[in-house]
């Protein structure tokens, strides 16, 4: 797999968006993607409860261990690398969580209009 460029959604380097927990697409810490994303992993998000309830509600439970994968579960103040359409469907919804724009790679605009991403934008 070959990686996309790593830009941001402000024009710059993709910075990273968290090792700890460890995210993103190719697991290295940044919301990098490429043609076999089908997801499009490239909202670096800063979780919140709510976020969570809705995420787990809508069937994409992030919350909860599964030590069989290595996954501690995500906790408020957690960033991660969400899907582009999740978070796309949480701002529909209502409950979208801040985004980190130079962590959040330029490719989220695919689906997001950048307007919308702005809107949650934290530059960390």
């Not at 380097?13 to 968290?18: G, M, Q």
């Not at 990098?32 to 709510?50: I, K």
């Not at 906790?75 to 899907?83: I, T, V, Y």
Request: glycine content about 8%; proline content about 7%; hydrophobic content about 35%.
């Amino acid at each position: 797999m070959e990686k996309d460029p790593s830009f941001n959604v402000m024009g710059g380097p993709l910075k990273p968006c968290s090792t700890a927990p460890l995210t993103g697409f190719f697991r290295n810490g940044a919301c990098d993607t490429c043609a076999e994303d089908s997801g499009s992993h490239t909202v670096c998000a800063v979780l919140t409860a709510e976020f969570l309830a809705f995420s787990k509600y809508v069937g994409n439970d992030l919350s909860t261990p599964r030590p069989e994968y290595g996954f501690d579960g995500l906790k408020p103040g957690d960033r991660w690398c969400l899907c582009a359409s999740r978070f796309l469907q949480a701002h529909d919804e209502g409950c979208a969580p801040q985004v980190d724009l130079e962590a959040t790679h330029v490719r989220a605009t695919d689906i997001v209009p950048v307007e919308v991403l702005r809107q949650y934008g934290t530059l960390e």
